[in-house]
């Protein structure tokens, strides 16, 4: 049985990655339609090898008859189309932040927490988690099952591809410009990007954190534990894509450096490359196009009765954003609640 689906953004950096990856997947489609803002309805996008779809205007599709919608399109614009198309009978999985801490929307990694689906039936939503949450959580739960983690020290390293396509042009022209002399004002970013680090992502909060790291806090709660405390500094660097997270945990109880080894190296969606040698090690430019999220630098952290340190990384475009929802729907599928949601 095929499902007719709605990608919404597919004009955007993940809207693309959402086409490209259910093709790859072979997701059961009957029919595939993008949809966009007015001003990108008419373009061309592609649709696995061979197919080629018409951008759609999102403003004035009707969604009856749509089973799913994988929505990237900003935060205000699935805030409005998200219950549009849900109340006409579709599923929504939306990668924006507008719906994750409502407390009858799932926010769902489907290695981690598959069973929270169930609760999606009220609002037909289903919220995809912020894509440094995604990758930490899953390093964290098969940790979190041998010995309950306390506490979270993370600091990220984020690629500017998480600020859509306009920062990946911002880095390039910057770097191509201190090449030739030819220095740009930053548009996208605060400061420059390119040979630098820039400590902000997203707005101010008034206790001096910033949403970004506010989001990754609040997320882990919600997903794996309510008692979990985390602390994050969240860090843009100049990497087109992939997102690196230098983790520290404390524990309630021992867990070993071997004992985290092995559940790490068998953990769904995570790949352990961990070598204490020149380059034993997972980077951004090595993981980006990759499914799996990459666990490195696995050490006692001795400054904790019991700690653990690593690092972490993987592509924020794939499962930080549309291989998690997509999955989702695969999840969906494989549990029923797909086509129980049809009836």
């Keep these: ?162 600020a859509g396509k306009e920062a990946m042009d911002e880095l390039f022209t910057q770097t191509r410009g201190v090449f030739v002399n030819d220095a740009s004002t930053p548009e996208v970013f605060t400061k420059p990007i390119a040979f630098n680090c820039i400590p902000h992502i997203d707005k101010f909060l008034d206790d001096g954190f910033t949403k970004e790291e506010w989001k990754m ?35 309630e109880s021992e867990i070993t450096v071997q004992q985290a080894w092995a559940a790490l190296r068998e953990a769904p969606g995570l790949t352990l490359l961990d070598r204490r040698e020149d380059g034993g090690y997972a980077t951004q430019v090595e993981v980006a196009g990759e499914d799996p999220v990459f666990v490195s630098r696995l050490r006692a952290d001795p400054t904790v009765p019991h700690g653990l340190a690593f690092w972490c990384v993987g592509d924020n475009l794939r499962k930080g954003a549309a291989l998690n929802a997509v999955q989702i729907a695969e999840e969906l599928v494989r549990q029923g609640l797909l086509d129980s949601a049809k009836g």
């Design 1 to 162: 049985m095929g499902y007719r689906v709605a990608v919404v953004g597919a004009t955007g950096n993940v809207g693309r990655e959402m086409l490209k990856t259910l093709a790859e997947r072979q997701f059961p489609v009957s029919e595939v339609v993008a949809l966009a803002s007015p001003r990108s309805a008419g373009q061309q996008i592609s649709f696995g090898e061979k197919q080629v779809l018409k951008v759609r205007n999102l403003e004035t599709f009707d969604f009856q008859g749509t089973d799913l919608g994988l929505f990237s399109p900003g935060a205000s614009v699935s805030a409005i189309h998200a219950p549009r198309a849900a109340a006409a009978g579709c599923v929504v999985i939306d990668n924006t932040s507008h719906f994750r801490m409502e407390p009858d929307v799932p926010l769902v990694v489907p290695e981690v927490n598959p069973q929270a689906l169930a609760g999606f039936r009220r609002r037909r939503i289903i919220a995809n988690p912020n894509c440094s949450t995604i990758q930490m959580v899953l390093a964290l739960k098969p940790l979190h099952a041998i010995a309950r983690i306390r506490r979270v020290v993370v600091a990220t390293y984020q690629s500017v591809s998480g």
């Design 217 to 251: 806090a609040v997320e882990t709660r919600k997903i794996l534990d309510p008692d979990i405390q985390v602390v994050a500094t969240a860090v843009r660097v100049p990497a087109f894509i992939g997102h690196g997270e230098a983790i520290h945990v404390e524990f």
